[in-house]
T-cell receptor
């Protein structure tokens, strides 16, 4: 079974600075997807960014980018120019790319605090 | 922008009672899911639903849980006889078929069993 590990329960960053959240995963599959979801205090799960395992290029969405290291099974999220609105729980998630399983497997999350 | 809608936002129920949590997935999506998040813990998969049947379920999804798509728009989760440990945030999600894998989540229903 696939597992996702987020080793940082909490992180903090100064406004306008850059922060990197770590995620590692374990799988024997070669085809899969990785995601970062944001959960603000409202508790809604908001998709931040997605990475396909077959793509070597790291995904980028505005101030959010990932460092995907397939061999190391590592998938970190970098937030540049941090804003107060970035404060939230961040969850890393894995989804199989092979037929039969569409479920997301989540890590335990990292609570990000942004200091003004 | 299309979104997944869940009702109610908060439900309080007595232990042993039945509850139905409702969701309206994004209209052109074909895969539907329920996830659960006990306070302070990670999000856990309960069940996925495709083509009017369960495609996958977790060990959490035992006989007291059921899902249904009663019409063309709603997707429901029923808990037959609630327990204190069912208190959690329940998220509905939906995704398109094919190679578009993103799941979009609703805002959640907070279930409190007393």
């Amino acid at each position: 079974a696939q597992t996702v590990t987020q080793s940082q329960p909490e992180m903090s960053v100064q406004e306008a600075e850059t922060v990197t959240l770590s995620c590692t995963y374990d799988t024997s599959e070669s085809d899969y997807y990785l995601f970062w979801y944001k959960q603000p205090p409202s508790r809604q799960m908001i998709l931040v960014i997605r990475q396909e395992a077959y793509k070597q290029q790291n995904a980028t969405e505005n101030r959010f980018s990932v460092n995907f290291q397939k061999a190391a099974k590592s998938f970190s999220l970098k937030i540049s120019d941090s804003q107060l609105g970035d404060a939230a729980m961040y969850f890393c998630a894995y989804r199989s790319g092979q037929g039969g399983s569409e479920k997301l497997v989540f890590g335990k999350g990292t609570k990000l605090t942004v200091n003004p | 922008e299309p979104e997944v809608t869940q009702t109610p936002s908060h439900q309080v129920t007595q232990m042993g009672q039945e509850v139905i949590l409702r969701c309206v997935p994004i209209s052109n999506h074909l895969y539907f899911y329920w996830y659960r998040q006990i306070l302070g813990q990670k999000v856990e998969f309960l069940v996925s639903f495709y083509n009017n049947e369960i495609s996958e379920k977790s060990e959490i999804f035992d006989d007291q849980f059921s899902v249904e798509r009663p019409d063309g728009s709603n997707f429901t989760l029923k808990i037959r006889s609630t327990k204190l440990e069912d208190s959690a945030m329940y998220f509905c999600a939906s995704s398109e078929a094919g190679r578009v894998p993103e799941a979009f989540f609703g805002q959640g229903t907070r279930l409190t069993v007393v």
